[in-house]
């Protein structure tokens, strides 16, 4: 894995956004060939979507050959409620670029038939030919998406019933009523993930450091569900300073010093040394 | 970039860099429309997978709902209450002209006149929708001639009158009312109650203004059907701590239960009333707050004098009045 250890917030999304970024322009992304991107939602992405919104305004970025896969939403919350995840993307990022309709696929918490409604999330990412980047946050818990501990690490997008910690910690988006917050959600699962090309996982925060931890420097287990992605072939984690704070200095010193090469992955694929003389 | 065609054929417009009124508040946010209709892009963009066709760039200005102007004497030189040329050219002039300011509804206003004046006018000027070639005519505000001859302000001595014998003086003095929709009276001439009551059962807004009226008459006329305060603070005996007269119903708790809310009218030149008397009155009952322009013939018009029906006005710089005199007419 790559770990990608910055200052803080905004130097963590700036990196992301700009990695994205990166990625989709060396892909060259056409009408017949367009970049899939899996997103998630909560506080972690939210300045990393607000800096590739501003790459669109500058005109230095477009989503117009990009796809978009979700990872999760609530089940029976109606779209349009402001605590939805559907809500959530139109407002933070979709509103504010210019991706097209049909290319943003969510799951559907209010689909008649759930299992089918998941196992369609899963034909529709067959379809655009897989997930070229998949972007990720963790809980404190240690899962992604919707995974809580105990989720399968082989599993597929499905029907999760929310734990008791999760439930509490939203409870805080629905005005602090218990009874307010969603206990289902669709989620994809450990191994839909794992099926993208490449993962970006983000980390903020002293409250997440342990769930590092956990997922690095400990084995790979259904307890820790972002774990799995030791066993990924390309994973880029990206954390600022504090969720550091419970991994060995060692781990820290090592990845630190590798910032040079992890910032090389921003850059813009160079010419070849004999043309640039060119330029005197 | 069409919407989905399966929904609508409509062409959908996305105003950008703008900023909306919503809630009571101004909002950096995007409008989009379709069919003359405000659409919700979050569902158009979910539901329908559909996007704008035209997008506007509106350069950061702010998109509002037009405004309605319930006291407005005139402009671009007519006087409602005494241009008897062409009365219905002169309101459509005038409704024209108000546009481009915003004002999309506007109720002409007569002042205090006489019973030839009201048998003239009154017929002449119908309720009419509004569109491209100008504002929503909602009907006329007669304001006058039952007001005190204390606190005329700018009307004529002759022209104030009283209803002694109840409505019959009304219907007598206007002769057609089916186009008056705001009456300003006093509340403090003998009968008032009695014609606040007639006035109300027909649907037309009483109004409380150019008044010596004190609270307590105040509150016994909107306890029979006033719902309105013709321009605040102006025309009206002061705020006294004990009898704060007209202003104090702002804040009275003798109203009548169903009485959904007492609303003023508020002359915001900064001349007719000082900002912070404004801001004591919106402190104090915000939701009853009415922009008016109280705007007279020479708005729109340069400075000097000017006729304007009857009398002389003079526009100084931001100030129209009576000329050769103190008084305020207007804006």
């Keep these: 894995m790559r770990l990608v250890i910055l200052d803080n917030y905004d130097k963590v999304s700036e990196w992301a956004a700009r990695y994205i970024k990166r990625r989709i322009l060396d892909f060259e992304p056409g009408p017949d060939n367009y970049f899939t991107l899996g997103l998630p939602t909560g506080s972690t992405p939210l300045g990393t979507y607000k800096k590739l919104i501003e790459f669109y305004k500058k005109g230095e970025l477009s989503f117009k050959y990009v796809k978009t896969f979700n990872m999760d939403e609530y089940v029976a919350l109606p779209r349009n409620h402001p605590e939805s995840y559907h809500s959530f993307m139109w407002h933070n990022f979709f509103k504010h670029i210019d991706i097209l309709p049909e290319n943003a696929h969510l799951l559907d918490g209010n689909a008649e038939d759930k299992v089918a409604e998941c196992e369609h999330f899963e034909e529709e990412i067959k379809k655009a030919g897989g997930i070229e980047l998949f972007m990720g946050g963790i809980g404190p818990d240690g899962h992604i998406a919707f995974n809580e501990p105990g989720s399968s690490l082989v599993s597929r997008t499905r029907v999760k019933t929310l734990n008791q910690d999760t439930v509490e910690a939203n409870a805080r988006f629905f005005g602090g009523d218990i009874s307010q917050v969603p206990t289902e959600a669709l989620t994809v699962g450990v191994g839909t993930v794992m099926d993208a090309r490449e993962v970006m996982i983000l980390i903020t925060g002293a409250h997440k450091s342990y769930a590092l931890y956990k997922a690095i420097e400990e084995g790979v287990s259904h307890m820790w569900t972002v774990s799995a992605f030791q066993m990924h072939p390309k994973t880029i984690f990206v954390c600022d300073e504090d969720a550091t704070l419970e991994l060995k200095v060692k781990t820290v010193k090592y990845f630190k010093g590798l910032m040079t090469l992890h910032n090389k992955l921003l850059e813009e694929k160079s010419v070849e040394p004999s043309s640039k003389k060119t330029e005197e | ?331």
């Excluded at chain 2, 000027?125 to 491209?132: L, N, V």
């Excluded at chain 2, 001639?145 to 302000?153: D, V, Y």
Aim: hydrophobic share 40%; glycine share 10%.
């Design chain 2, 1 to 331: 970039m069409p919407g989905n065609k399966t929904v609508s054929d409509s062409h959908i417009f996305q105003f950008k860099n703008c900023r909306i009124l919503r809630n009571h508040s101004i909002f950096v946010e995007d409008l989009w429309v379709r069919d003359g209709k405000i659409i919700d892009p979050e569902k158009l963009f979910y539901v329908e997978k559909g996007y704008a066709d035209f997008q506007i760039d509106c350069k950061n200005a702010i998109i509002a709902p037009g405004f309605i102007d319930v006291q407005i004497n005139g402009g671009f030189g007519i006087d409602f209450s005494s241009n008897f040329d062409d009365i219905e050219g002169g309101v459509q002039k005038v409704a024209k002209g108000i546009l481009q300011h915003g004002c999309t509804s506007f109720c002409p206003t007569i002042i205090s006149s006489s019973k030839e004046v009201y048998k003239k006018v009154l017929p002449k000027i119908k309720i009419k929708a509004g569109g491209r070639d100008g504002a929503e005519i909602l009907g006329v505000h007669v304001e006058g001639p039952f007001i005190s001859k204390e606190k005329r302000g700018a009307h004529l001595l002759e022209n104030m009158a009283t209803y002694d014998n109840g409505f019959s003086d009304v219907l007598d003095m206007y002769h057609d009312i089916s186009s008056v929709r705001i009456v300003t009276l006093a509340p403090e001439l003998p009968r008032s109650l009695d014609v606040i009551r007639e006035f109300v059962d027909r649907g037309v807004v009483v109004s409380l203004g150019h008044s010596m009226a004190s609270l307590s008459q105040g509150e016994e006329a909107v306890k029979h059907g006033a719902s309105f305060i013709t321009h605040l603070f102006n025309a009206m005996l002061p705020f006294h701590h004990r009898d704060p007269h007209l202003v104090g119903l702002l804040a009275s708790y003798k109203h009548p239960p169903d009485l959904r809310i007492i609303y003023y009218g508020i002359i915001s030149d900064g001349i007719h009333t000082n900002p912070c008397a404004e801001r004591i009155a919106h402190r104090t009952h915000a939701k009853g707050s009415v922009l008016v322009t109280d705007a007279v013939a020479a708005m729109g018009l340069p400075s000097g004098t000017h006729r304007t029906g009857t009398q002389m006005i003079e526009i100084q710089d931001k100030r129209a009045l009576i000329a050769g005199t103190d008084t305020l007419c207007g804006r």
